[in-house]
T-cell receptor, first 113, second 112 residues
Framework: DGGITQSPKYLFRKEGQNVTLSCEQNLNHDAMYWYRQDPGQGLRLIYYSQIVNDFQKGDIAEGYSVSREKKESFPLTVTSAQKNPTAFYLC????????????FGPGTRLTVL | DQQVKQNSPSLSVQEGRISILNCDYTNSMFDYFLWYKKYPAEGPTFLISISSIKDKNEDGRFTVFLNKSAKHLSLHIVPSQPGDSAVYFCAARDNYGQNFVFGPGTRLSVLP
């Protein structure tokens, strides 16, 4: 049963703590993405990775970090440098060729107290 | 500056009627357009796409129209069903890379 999983579904952290969000896919997709969604806004790109051991900053990378050590996994760390970390975080993946859609995970709701 | 715009935050239609969701873009380098549907607290799911060499693509109740000269695309849902009630995102990809730009979404409510 192929798909993308994100864990946990809900996450609470104290201000000033780093937190890592998990994203795993078993679709054999090359590319993986992290987006952030805030109320009333579209999805904004945080980081993306086309292949293992390579990743690029998106539009709002400040205060975030990622790694891509395995094709299946693309964890996102929200650091204490991120000014407004409370948001809904979405992970996506796709095959590397041109005309393919992204498949999204169920999302993680992060609340910083 | 938003490159992908969905100027209607919300839309309400009666069950069985047509729903038309609109999307405008500013970047003429976009060559691939997609529509996603999203329920609250879930990830978006892909609905339908169109490449810039086409002006129409149809899949069941869903049809996407692309007007390149106007930089406008629309999603038609016929007939609309209550289960179609969700937020719909328009997305576009430029032919330089692998990234997608999303609009802010339109909340569709289909009334029984």
């Amino acid at each position: 049963d192929g798909g993308i999983t994100q864990s946990p579904k809900y996450l609470f952290r104290k201000e000033g703590q780093n937190v890592t969000l998990s994203c795993e896919q078993n679709l054999n997709h090359d590319a993986m993405y992290w987006y952030r969604q805030d109320p009333g806004q579209g999805l904004r790109l945080i980081y993306y990775s086309q292949i293992v051991n390579d990743f690029q900053k998106g539009d709002i990378a400040e205060g975030y970090s990622v790694s891509r050590e395995k094709k299946e996994s693309f964890p996102l760390t929200v650091t204490s440098a991120q000014k407004n970390p409370t948001a809904f975080y979405l992970c996506a993946s796709r095959w590397g060729s041109s005309y393919n859609e992204q498949f999204f995970g169920p999302g993680t709701r992060l609340t910083v107290l | 500056d938003q490159q992908v715009k969905q100027n209607s935050p919300s839309l309400s239609v009666q069950e069985g009627r047509i729903s038309i969701l609109n999307c405008d873009y500013t970047n003429s380098m976009f060559d691939y357009f997609l529509w996603y549907k999203k329920y609250p607290a879930e990830g978006p799911t892909f609905l339908i796409s169109i490449s810039s060499i086409k002006d129409k693509n149809e899949d069941g109740r869903f049809t996407v129209f692309l007007n390149k000269s106007a930089k406008h695309l629309s999603l038609h849902i016929v007939p609309s069903q209550p289960g179609d009630s969700a937020v719909y995102f328009c997305a576009a990809r430029d032919n330089y890379g692998q990234n997608f730009v999303f609009g802010p979404g339109t909340r569709l409510s289909v009334l029984p």
